[in-house]
Structure formats: structure tokens, C-alpha cells
């Protein structure tokens, strides 16, 4: 499936995973998928949302305020360790990203979806983000297109949390209706 995306749409689906890594969170979720969308606001689809006063920062903060720090994190927080003081720290003694994993060094995998093992490298998709990808699938087939966009991720992401998917609560929090946003998507994709 993933040989049907467009290049901005691969974009989308590594930039989820950097946004789960970012967040310290052990999997990659529907979430993060919106917050990597956002961080292609150049893409018409993702413009909906950033003209309706969604942006990246806006949603991340919502995203942490709805999901909360990694469960590292939150266990380091209850013991008193401030994990982005002690990047920060570490980052202006010996450079920016000096903690983060490099390509080299992650353990080689295969497959996109690839769930288990540790916590280094590529983070599991949780089965919502799954089967939001499957759906940007049939939200391309459904709009007769050769591929899958932006524009189909974010209505895979929609549709698959219809009911209460943590991407569409960002977006009902932040006064937005996901139904005019499928609308508005739709349109963009002609």
C-alpha cells in the first residue's frame, strides 16, 4: 500500500513517528498522524485546518494536554526528574539532538507497521492509526484517485474517529466540525 502514497504523504506517515518520538509517547497514534499533517501547512488539505486556526502548535498542545507526556516521562515527572530540562541540558552542552537516535544506529525492521520490541527506533502504530491508514486507502479509491495524499490521510484519520478518535477530539476541543472538514478536504481534493 505504502508504494501508493504521494512523497508528501510519506512525509506525513515519518513525520507521525517523529511526533510520537518528540512527544515521548511508545506508540504512534491517530494523533500523531494529524500533528505531522500540520506540519505540512503548504498542502491544501492541511490548510483547511490551519485556516479554521488549527496549527501545529495548537494541536500539539492539545495533543499533550489530551494524551499527556510519554509514560517515561510521567514516571521520571513523579520522582522529580524534569526530562526536557535535562535535554536541554544536555542539548546546550553537546548540540542539538545529541540524544536522538541516529539513522545508523536504530535496528533494522521492516515493515511500516511493525509493532513490538523496544522503544528505540520506530514506534508501533496503535490500531487506530492502522486502520486510519487503511481508510485514506479507501478514501482514495472512493474519490477515484491514483494515490494517497495528504488530503486522503486526513479523511482516514476523520472517518476513523468518527465516534471518539484522540485526532478528532483535538479537533472538537478546538470548536472545529469534523464533518465540514471532510467537506472542506473533499473540495481540495476535487
Same mark, same amino acid.
Given at each position: 500500500m505504502?508504494?501508493r502514497?504521494?512523497?508528501r504523504?510519506r ?5 507521525a513517528?517523529?511526533?510520537? @518520538? $518528540?512527544?515521548r ?21 492541511a490548510?483547511? +485546518?490551519?485556516?479554521?486556526g488549527?496549527?501545529? $502548535?495548537?494541536?500539539? *498542545?492539545?495533543? @499533550? @494536554?489530551?494524551?499527556g507526556?510519554g ?10 526528574v524534569?526530562?526536557?530540562?535535562? *535535554?536541554?541540558?544536555?542539548?546546550s552542552a553537546?548540540?542539538?539532538?545529541? +540524544? ?8 533494522k525492521? *521492516? ?5 513490538g520490541g523496544?522503544?528505540?527506533? @520506530? ?5 487506530r492509526?492502522?486502520?486510519?491508514? $487503511?481508510?485514506?486507502l479507501?478514501?482514495? +479509491? ?5 494515490e ?10 476523520? *472517518? $476513523?474517529?468518527?465516534?471518539e478518535?484522540p ?24
Amino acid at each position: 500500500m505504502f508504494e501508493r502514497f504521494t512523497e508528501r504523504a510519506r512525509r506525513v506517515v515519518t513525520g507521525a513517528q517523529q511526533e510520537a @518520538r $518528540e512527544l515521548r509517547h511508545g506508540y504512534i497514534g491517530t494523533e500523531h498522524l494529524l500533528l505531522a499533517i500540520l506540519g505540512v501547512p503548504e498542502d491544501p488539505a492541511a490548510a483547511v +485546518l490551519v485556516e479554521a486556526g488549527l496549527d501545529h $502548535e495548537t494541536a500539539r *498542545r492539545a495533543v @499533550r @494536554r489530551l494524551v499527556g507526556p510519554g509514560d517515561d516521562a510521567a514516571a521520571l515527572a513523579a520522582i522529580g526528574v524534569d526530562l526536557d530540562a535535562v *535535554r536541554e541540558a544536555v542539548e546546550s552542552a553537546f548540540g542539538e539532538g545529541a +540524544l536522538d537516535v541516529r539513522p545508523e544506529e536504530e535496528p533494522k525492521r *521492516r515493515g511500516w507497521f511493525r509493532s513490538g520490541g523496544s522503544s528505540v527506533g @520506530r514506534s508501533p502504530f496503535t490500531a487506530r492509526a492502522k486502520k486510519a491508514l $487503511e481508510l485514506s486507502l479507501r478514501e482514495s +479509491l472512493r474519490l477515484k484517485s491514483g494515490e494517497i495524499g495528504v488530503g486522503h490521510l486526513l479523511l482516514g484519520v476523520l *472517518r $476513523e474517529g468518527e465516534g471518539e478518535g484522540p485526532a478528532v477530539r483535538v479537533l472538537l476541543d478546538h470548536g472545529l466540525d469534523p464533518g465540514a472538514v471532510r467537506r472542506a478536504v473533499e473540495r481540495t481534493l476535487g
